[in-house]
DNA sequence: CTTATACTTGACCACACAGTCAATAACTGA
DNA sequence: TCAGTTATTGACTGTGTGGTCAAGTATAAG
């Protein structure tokens, strides 16, 4: 019954997720956004109401997909100490330019803060689903007696989490990815039992 | 020879650093700054070349004020394992104001990736002289037998510093600073001998 | 007192920004 | 075919930005 659309939504909004990826929300401006979606900024006002939306939108694609390719890498293996492993190596990029974008989640968990809710809901989800992740990966070496069992699961999720964040920062300061995972290598062996 | 300056360019820049602190570089317009220093942009001009010469002038205020505030905590301390408390306990801040600004030296290095070489630089700095301290402080209880000596006194630095980065990212975020001070606890706990 | 020097002040500039408007175009159901 | 609806387009708006200019002012050396 109207004018249909004639560019495709879900791939102007994975554009306009990787450019807030690599600007931020305040760098990006409308005229990024147009250029590399070459959609004019009323089509998008179309779909998604304004910048703030079509960013929060943004964070929840970035989300999951992240999260689903965590839970895929983790289904792969089979000792929680690899599932470990596994989700730190997924959480820093292997990929240069990647890399050097850091994580959209802590990048924009910074330069909010905790000033805005409806971001801060979608970062503390992201949060707490690895946390989820990495606690039972931690469970289950704790019952196999390859984790050690001196601290609580969770305080132990809540280390290596916190790691894996910190790891995240020093990827987008530009450290080589080696010396992180090293960081992190550490970080895990220092809970195994 | 000439008209001596009004203002207490010190105290200004000072101020100026809370502001950038607070807001950002980017967030932070020559407005705000002359509003907090009740100085005009001209004055302010004339001691400091442009924002981006205040800005890294306020960096070096901030780390400077920090690692001497940091090192009066560790001479302060005997037992190694007291001092790397110390030291994590400084990172993150008492005052509920202060902690909701996170660390203007990881908000920066997150604002700024690394893109900026000057900026860079000092972030580093201020990375590696804390580093240097905790590690000095590893090695003193390494040496006493309270810290295990599995991981090399640099790996373990690494894995703390690393943490704190994590802890002041999730200080920023609006954690509780008790929950934040937990993780770091654990993490001193896992390197105990 | 004169003059050189640096500080102060407020007006000013060109630009970029997010968001809006109004005119036009494409489609569909009747 | 035509009426209703939505998409597209580019021009437009108002605001705020970092930075500059020029005119006026306080100081100290000579």
Known sequence: MSRPREFDADLALRQCMEVFWTK???ATSYED????????????YGVFKNKRELFLKSLVLYREENLSIL???IANETSPVRQL???????????DEARIRGC????TSLEFGSADEDINREIMQMMQRTEA??????RGG????TITSRLG???????????INGAKMMEKSGAPREEILGVLRTSIALIQA
Chains 1, 2 share one sequence.
């Open 71 to 73: 839970e895929k890498r």
């Open 24 to 26: 931020g929300f305040h």
């Open 33 to 44: 956004l147009t250029r590399t979606t070459q959609v004019k900024k009323q089509s998008l």
């Open 104 to 107: 959209l989640i802590i990048n």
């Open 133 to 138: 992740m990495i606690e039972h990966a931690i």
């Open 153 to 163: 699961s969770r305080e132990l999720a809540l280390h290596l989490s916190n790691a």
């Open 85 to 95: 492993e596994a989700i730190c190596e997924t959480a820093l990029y292997a990929d």
């Open 142 to 145: 704790q019952a196999e007696g």
